[in-house]
Nanobody, 122 residues
Framework: QVQLLESGGGLVQAGGSLSVSCVAS????????MGWFRQVPGKEREFVAA????????YYSDSAKGRFTISRDNAKSTVYLRMSSLKPEDTAVYYC???????????????WGQGTQVTVSS
């Protein structure tokens, strides 16, 4: 059974930093691209960042570019998202996802975590 377990969410002040991580089990982690998405109530799930299976290529949304960093450790089956210069509009539930390719379309991902709440106060 595939499981993706996010952790590290919480409350942070605007301008601060926060890291979230996602540990995968039940799949060959290094065979999968990994993505981070976020969602707020009433809105569609939004792409944040993705990393290829090797970690050699990364992709970011315009809102994440320059502020967020995605990385992975295949030995630990873990993907990370380091967020800095956080803004109140970054408040959302953050989800990690695993797919064969590191794409921006959530429909291309096979497995999802349960999400972790990130709240940025002004």
């Amino acid at each position: 059974q595939v499981q993706l377990l996010e952790s590290g969410g919480g409350l942070v002040q605007a301008g601060g930093s926060l890291s979230v991580s996602c540990v995968a089990s039940g799949l060959s982690f290094s065979d999968y691209g990994m993505g981070w998405f976020r969602q707020v109530p009433g809105k569609e799930r939004e792409f944040v960042a993705a990393v290829t299976w090797s970690g050699g290529s990364t992709y970011y949304s315009d809102s994440a570019k320059g502020r967020f960093t995605i990385s992975r450790d295949n030995a630990k089956s873990t993907v990370y998202l380091r967020m800095s210069s956080l803004k109140p509009e970054d408040t959302a539930v953050y989800y990690c996802a695993a797919g064969r390719l590191a794409l921006m379309d959530p429909g291309e991902y096979d497995y999802w975590g349960q999400g972790t709440q990130v709240t940025v106060s002004s």
